[in-house]
C-alpha cells in the first residue's frame, strides 16, 4: 500500500520560492503508470490542482501557475518535490501530494495528509 | 477550463436520511468525474471514479450516477461518519478542476 508524506518549511517569506517534497512509500513509484500530483486548498476553500509528473520526468502543470512552478523527480529517492516561485499571501495553503491512478483516468487514490505552508514576513 | 458547480453548497442532514448532491459541469465530460470526502484536518479521499465505480473499501451506501455535464452522489442512508465535506473533480481535460464542496452537517 502507498503512503505520501509532505515535508518541507511551514513559512515562507513574501517573494521567495515554496519548497515542498512528497515522500512515497510502497513500491508503486518507480513501477510505472502513475503520475504523482500536487493538489493545494486554500482555508475554507476547495481544492486546486498544481500539477503533477510521470516518474521518467514528463510533467503537466496547471496553466493559473504554470510559470511559477516546477514539479521534479528524483527516482533513487522515491521523492517528488514542488518548487513556487515568487510566492504572495495568496499562495497560504494546505499543499497536498497524491497519486494519479493512470494517464487515462486521472484521478487521486492516494493523499499524503497535508502541509500547511504560510506566506508571510 | 471546465468549471464543475456543485449543489446545494451545504446541506443539513439527520442519520438515516438519503442525500444527494448535484455537479454539474460547464462542458460534457462523459464520464470522466470522480468524488471524494474529506474530514476536517484530514486530506479528501477518494469515494468514486468514472462517475458511478465505487473505490474499493468504500461503503456500498455512496453511489454515483450520471454522463455527460450532470452528476450527482447519493448516500442512502447517512450514517454519523459521513458527515464531511464531498467534493466532485472532472478527469476528462487539463487542468484538472474541483467543484466548490458540498458540506454535510448534522441537522
Given at each position: 500500500?502507498?503512503?505520501?508524506?509532505?515535508?518541507?518549511?511551514?513559512?515562507?517569506?513574501?517573494?521567495?520560492?515554496?519548497?515542498?517534497?512528497?515522500?512515497?512509500?510502497?513500491?508503486?513509484?518507480?513501477?510505472?503508470?502513475?503520475?504523482?500530483?500536487w493538489?493545494?486548498?486554500?482555508?475554507?476553500?476547495?481544492?486546486?490542482?498544481?500539477g503533477?509528473i510521470?516518474?521518467?520526468?514528463?510533467t503537466?502543470?496547471?496553466?493559473?501557475?504554470?510559470?511559477?512552478?516546477i514539479i521534479s523527480?528524483?527516482?533513487?529517492?522515491?521523492?517528488f518535490?514542488l518548487?513556487?516561485?515568487?510566492?504572495?499571501?495568496?499562495?497560504?495553503?494546505?499543499?497536498?501530494?497524491?497519486?494519479?491512478?493512470?494517464?487515462?483516468?486521472?484521478?487521486?487514490?492516494?493523499?499524503?495528509?497535508?502541509?500547511?505552508?504560510?506566506?508571510?514576513? | 477550463?471546465?468549471?464543475?458547480?456543485?449543489?446545494?453548497?451545504?446541506?443539513?442532514?439527520?442519520?438515516?436520511?438519503?442525500?444527494?448532491?448535484?455537479?454539474?459541469?460547464?462542458?460534457?465530460?462523459?464520464?470522466?468525474?470522480?468524488?471524494?470526502?474529506?474530514?476536517?484536518?484530514?486530506?479528501?479521499?477518494?469515494?468514486?471514479?468514472?462517475?458511478?465505480?465505487?473505490?474499493?473499501?468504500?461503503?456500498?451506501?455512496?453511489?454515483?450516477?450520471?454522463?455527460?455535464?450532470?452528476?450527482?452522489?447519493?448516500?442512502?442512508?447517512?450514517?454519523?461518519?459521513?458527515?464531511?465535506?464531498?467534493?466532485?473533480?472532472?478527469?476528462?481535460?487539463?487542468?484538472?478542476?474541483?467543484?466548490?464542496?458540498?458540506?454535510?452537517?448534522?441537522?
Amino acid at each position: 500500500q502507498v503512503q505520501l508524506q509532505e515535508s518541507g518549511p511551514g513559512l515562507v517569506k513574501p517573494s521567495q520560492t515554496l519548497s515542498l517534497t512528497c515522500s512515497v512509500s510502497g513500491n508503486s513509484f518507480n513501477s510505472g503508470g502513475y503520475y504523482w500530483s500536487w493538489i493545494r486548498q486554500h482555508p475554507e476553500k476547495g481544492l486546486e490542482w498544481i500539477g503533477h509528473i510521470y516518474y521518467l520526468g514528463t510533467t503537466y502543470y496547471n496553466p493559473s501557475l504554470k510559470s511559477r512552478v516546477i514539479i521534479s523527480v528524483d527516482t533513487a529517492k522515491n521523492q517528488f518535490s514542488l518548487k513556487l516561485d515568487s510566492v504572495t499571501a495568496a499562495d497560504t495553503a494546505v499543499y497536498y501530494c497524491a497519486r494519479v491512478y493512470s494517464s487515462a483516468l486521472l484521478y487521486f487514490d492516494s493523499w499524503g495528509q497535508g502541509a500547511l505552508v504560510i506566506v508571510s514576513s | 477550463d471546465i468549471q464543475l458547480t456543485q449543489s446545494p453548497s451545504f446541506l443539513s442532514a439527520s442519520v438515516g436520511d438519503k442525500v444527494t448532491i448535484t455537479c454539474r459541469a460547464s462542458q460534457g465530460i462523459s464520464d470522466y468525474l470522480a468524488w471524494y470526502q474529506q474530514k476536517p484536518g484530514k486530506a479528501p479521499n477518494l469515494l468514486i471514479y468514472a462517475a458511478s465505480t465505487l473505490e474499493t473499501g468504500v461503503p456500498s451506501r455512496f453511489s454515483g450516477s450520471g454522463s455527460g455535464t450532470e452528476f450527482t452522489l447519493t448516500i442512502r442512508s447517512l450514517q454519523p461518519e459521513d458527515f464531511a465535506t464531498y467534493f466532485c473533480q472532472q478527469l476528462n481535460s487539463y487542468p484538472l478542476t474541483f467543484g466548490g464542496g458540498t458540506k454535510v452537517e448534522i441537522k
